[in-house]
C-alpha cells in the first residue's frame, strides 16, 4: 500500500523520486505558490492514499545568502513566497483532509535559522522565522481539532539545496 505522496515543482527531482521509489509512487506536481496546485496535491494524496492524509510535511523552501544591501528585490519576494507563503498554502489545503485523519499532524520545515541569526542570510533567516512564529500559532489554533503541529529545524546537511545556497 502507498503510504507517502510526494509533491515537487522541480520536475527533475520527480523524476528521480520516480526512478528510486518504484514503478507505481505517489508523485504529484506541485507549486506550493498556487493555490489550486495545493489544493491538487491533497486531492490526489486523498485518492493515492484511499483516504486522508494523516501527516502533511510543508517543506517548501529555496535557499538565498547575501547580504540584505546587495539582494534584488525579485529574489526576496522568491524566497518569502515559496517558503512562507507557499508553506501556509500547502498547509491550508492540508487542513480538511488532515481533520478527517486518524492521528493528524502538520509538519513544517523550519531551519536552524529559525531560532537564530546569521551574517549574509538575513531574507532565509526572515523566512525560517516566520514558519518558527507560524508553527506556535498553529499549535494554538489547531490544538483543540485534535491536529498536532510542530516543526523540524535541521542545520546544515550535505544536499542540493546547500549547494545551490552556498553558489550565491
Known sequence: DLSVVLGDVDEAALERAR???????GIVRCDVEREADCRRLIEASESLLSGPVDVFVAHAGV???????????????????????GSILSAQAALASLRRGTDPCLLFMGSLQSLSGRAARSVYTASKHAIAGLVKSLAVELGPDGIRVNALAPTVVDTPFLHEAYRR
Open 19 to 25: 526512478i528510486a521509489l518504484g514503478p507505481d509512487p
Open 63 to 85: 535557499p538565498f545568502s547575501g547580504t540584505l544591501a546587495d539582494c534584488p528585490a525579485d529574489e526576496i519576494r522568491r524566497v518569502i513566497s515559496v517558503n512562507v507563503i
